[in-house]
């Protein structure tokens, strides 16, 4: 597992920049000894994905962990908090719908035209 450095900037990071909590919100950071744990307003049977980045405003975000289903409407994750600075968001995984054969199901039929 990656090391991460908590700061004073990551706290504003998680709790009130626009693009890093439009998913799945960062409700609470808990510093423990050698760790953080996120505290993230989910919604029950929805995925997400924690990823990080070293800057707030440039660079690729990197996934921390595999794709997590909450159970609950809040779900604690804890990462490792002892290298590098990183910024976090959690991202809400859109699934694809599925029709028959695995292929996405067809658009819905347009609505009737009135008088015809």
């Known amino acids: 597992m990656k090391r991460y450095t908590f700061s004073a900037a990551l706290a504003l990071c998680l709790i009130g920049a626009g ?3 439009a998913s799945g919100k960062i409700t609470k950071v808990d510093p423990q000894a050698g760790s953080i744990e996120l ?3 989910t919604t029950p049977g929805d995925s997400y994905q924690m990823q990080c980045r ?9 996934d921390l962990e595999t794709v ?12 490792d908090a002892s290298a590098s600075k990183c910024y976090f968001r959690v991202v809400k995984i859109m699934e694809q719908p599925i ?4 292929d996405p199901p067809p658009p819905p039929p347009p609505p009737p ?3 015809a």
């Open 19 to 21: 693009e890093a909590v």
């Open 39 to 41: 505290t993230i307003q």
């Open 54 to 62: 070293p800057s707030l405003v440039s660079g690729d975000w990197v």
């Open 68 to 79: 997590f289903v909450a159970n609950a409407s809040s779900t604690i994750k804890t990462v």
């Open 99 to 102: 029709g028959p054969g695995g």
């Open 113 to 115: 035209v009135p008088g």
